[in-house]
């Protein structure tokens, strides 16, 4: 046997443990079925992440930065520091400076 055959053994052997853990629920909310759950949901937003980063953030905003033409570059830095401000409002220090990204001036 190759290494494909042993990744393919591993998958189904991972997936049918994962709809095992699924079907739990049938004898009630448990500890197991919690933890499908939240493996699945946090593989989900880790694949949310790779695809926003790969498909829109690199070649629509770090590529224009750095490799760029300097008209390029301009209009890249626009959205590069709304993002930034925006992600002042994480802080309740610097949550007035995500303001006018939000479109409301009330702190």
Do not use: C, Q
């Not at 049938?26 to 980063?53: E, Q, T």
Request: glycine share 8%.
């Amino acid at each position: 046997m190759n290494l494909a055959d042993w990744g393919s053994i591993l998958g189904a052997f991972t997936g049918f443990i994962l709809t095992l853990l699924i079907f739990s629920y049938l004898l009630g909310d448990n500890v197991l079925f919690r933890f499908a759950v939240h493996l699945f949901v946090g593989v989900a937003a880790a694949f949310m992440a790779a695809v926003a980063f790969y498909s829109v953030i690199w070649p629509r905003l770090i590529e224009p930065v750095i490799f760029g033409l300097p008209v390029e570059r301009l209009l890249a830095l626009v959205p590069l520091v709304l993002s930034v401000l925006l992600l002042a409002k994480v802080s309740p220090r610097f949550s007035g400076w995500g303001a006018p990204v939000m479109a409301s001036w009330s702190v």
